[in-house]
């Protein structure tokens, strides 16, 4: 069931690996600067599902069952939903302390959560063998129209609220404050991780149209983006963020 690798799976089975490494480092490191924070352990907890997301994309690139391979990415994207609602809900309580977990609020977190089991079941994902592969085969992904505009809305439109909250904080909080500058790299981060998941996915859609070499390229940068994406939010964090600094600085 494990094919030879090829250059192509070399390289996401390497870039990831390590990806999902730094990822487990940073979701440490922020659950240690305060393990008290609910904001800290939401986004510690989102950096294992980042971590468990690139896991499974190191590992489907070296399958050859395509039955497998459709399973393991349609759980991909139900992970990056789950991380981006706990991103959401670390910027929500850092903006809003406990009261935003009791709002109407979270009737957003319900709505992802129906869309990312819906991505589970909804057609649209086809796994084929690469027509230049290694014995035994390589399996490429594509996405139908419906199944990208599924998989992308909920996911932005919670990045984009999220983003809203960190700069609701930084907004409001002094120019001099180092809290200000934490919000700053953690909302820049977030719009960067956006970016970074838009381009790894687009050759899903757009497997047939564009030359291989542009796709890996679309692939490469997006890992440095969630890379650098990851270390912005990192960055951001190790400013001991709470409610009391918060409320101190307002």
Same mark, same amino acid.
């Given at each position: *069931?494990?094919?030879?690798?090829?250059?192509?799976?070399?390289?996401?089975?390497? &870039?990831?690996?390590?990806?999902?490494?730094?990822?487990? #480092?940073?979701? #440490?490191?922020? /659950?240690?600067?305060?393990?008290? %924070?609910?904001?800290?352990?939401?986004?510690?907890?989102?950096?294992?599902?980042?971590?468990?997301?690139?896991?499974?994309?190191?590992?489907?690139?070296?399958? &050859?069952? +395509?039955?497998?391979?459709?399973? /393991?990415?349609?759980?991909?994207?139900?992970?990056?939903?789950?991380?981006?609602?706990?991103?959401?809900?670390?910027?929500?309580?850092?903006?809003?302390?406990?009261?935003?977990?009791?709002? %109407? +609020? *979270?009737?957003?977190?319900?709505?992802?959560?129906? #869309?990312? $089991?819906?991505?589970?079941?909804?057609?649209?994902?086809?796994?084929?063998?690469?027509?230049?592969? =290694?014995?035994?085969?390589?399996?490429?992904?594509?996405?139908?129209? !419906?199944?990208?505009?599924?998989?992308?809305? !909920?996911?932005?439109?919670?990045?984009?609220?999220?983003?809203? %909250?960190?700069?609701? =904080?930084?907004?409001?909080?002094?120019?001099?404050? !180092?809290?200000?500058?934490?919000?700053?790299?953690?909302?820049? @981060?977030?719009?960067?991780?956006?970016?970074?998941?838009? $381009?790894?996915?687009?050759?899903?859609?757009?497997? +047939?149209?564009?030359?291989?070499?542009? /796709?890996?390229?679309?692939?490469?940068?997006?890992?440095?983006?969630?890379?650098?994406?990851?270390?912005?939010?990192?960055? @951001?964090?190790? &400013?001991?963020?709470?409610?009391?600094?918060?409320?101190?600085?307002?």
């Amino acid at each position: *069931m494990i094919a030879a690798f090829s250059s192509r799976q070399l390289f996401i089975v390497v &870039t990831f690996s390590i990806a999902a490494i730094f990822e487990i #480092f940073c979701s #440490f490191m922020v /659950l240690k600067r305060d393990p008290h %924070y609910q904001g800290n352990r939401f986004t510690s907890i989102a950096y294992l599902g980042l971590t468990i997301g690139l896991i499974i994309s190191a590992m489907y690139v070296i399958i &050859t069952d +395509r039955g497998l391979v459709e399973i /393991l990415q349609r759980f991909i994207n139900l992970f990056n939903i789950i991380t981006v609602i706990l991103l959401f809900l670390s910027a929500m309580y850092i903006s809003e302390g406990d009261e935003s977990l009791r709002s %109407y +609020r *979270m009737i957003i977190i319900v709505v992802d959560l129906f #869309f990312g $089991l819906l991505l589970i079941v909804l057609p649209g994902v086809t796994v084929f063998p690469k027509d230049i592969a =290694v014995p035994e085969g390589e399996q490429l992904i594509e996405w139908s129209t !419906p199944y990208f505009i599924g998989a992308i809305v !909920p996911l932005y439109l919670t990045l984009c609220l999220t983003c809203y %909250y960190y700069g609701k =904080v930084w907004r409001d909080i002094p120019s001099e404050s !180092p809290i200000k500058r934490a919000c700053f790299l953690i909302m820049i @981060g977030t719009a960067i991780l956006g970016l970074g998941h838009f $381009l790894l996915v687009i050759p899903l859609v757009f497997r +047939r149209a564009i030359d291989e070499i542009i /796709l890996l390229g679309f692939t490469s940068i997006g890992s440095v983006g969630i890379l650098i994406s990851s270390l912005l939010i990192f960055l @951001g964090y190790r &400013t001991r963020i709470s409610e009391m600094s918060i409320l101190s600085e307002v």
